[in-house]
């Protein structure tokens, strides 16, 4: 659950993509090699069935021109004050093109790419979309920053 939790955009989403992998991995339970990390494989299925789930469903939703967007600087010291929960609310908040290549890239260790290939999309895309995410946490996490220190000081 918190893999596809990662990858969606709200908990009925995350279990909507944990109930088709489990169902992949009961129907594929015989393509298992007993000498390999079952976590691992399973782990594997559920990104997997993430990405599935995202060309199904919202690949080309939330384009955005990005001529506009410019980097904005994140005080060192912000993510020593933010909690888990919001750091991933941020994430999940992301339009899901870029939520998507911010998991693969930033958490799951994949090369754009690979990024690319998985989501039938460019390279540059894949880069142009991490950047954009980043820019869009590093603003949506400054801001919530600020809340809490207007509200604890």
């Given at each position: 659950?918190?893999?596809?939790?990662r990858y969606a955009r709200s908990r009925d989403e995350a279990i909507e993509i944990v109930n088709d992998g489990f169902y992949k991995i009961m129907t594929n339970l015989d393509k298992y090699?007993?000498?390999?990390s079952f976590k691992g494989w399973v782990r594997r299925i559920m990104i997997?069935?993430?990405?599935?789930?995202?060309?199904?469903n919202e690949k080309h939703y939330d384009n955005v021109d990005i001529s506009f967007v410019r980097d904005e600087n994140l005080r060192?010291?912000?993510?020593?004050?933010?909690?888990?929960?919001?750091i991933m609310q941020a994430v999940q908040n992301l339009p899901p093109s870029y939520r998507m290549v911010f998991n693969l890239y930033c958490i799951e260790g994949?090369?754009?790419?690979?990024?690319?290939?998985?989501?039938?999309?460019?390279?540059?895309?894949?880069?142009?979309?991490?950047?954009?995410?980043?820019?869009?946490?590093?603003k949506a996490l400054g801001?919530?920053?600020?809340?809490?220190?207007?509200?604890?000081?």
């Open positions: 659950m918190g893999v596809c939790l090699s007993p000498g390999l997997n069935c993430a990405i599935d789930h995202f060309r199904r060192p010291d912000v993510l020593d004050h933010l909690s888990t929960e919001v994949f090369q754009h790419a690979e990024i690319a290939q998985k989501l039938n999309i460019s390279e540059g895309t894949s880069k142009s979309n991490l950047n954009i995410a980043r820019t869009k946490l590093k801001m919530e920053f600020d809340l809490n220190a207007e509200q604890n000081g």
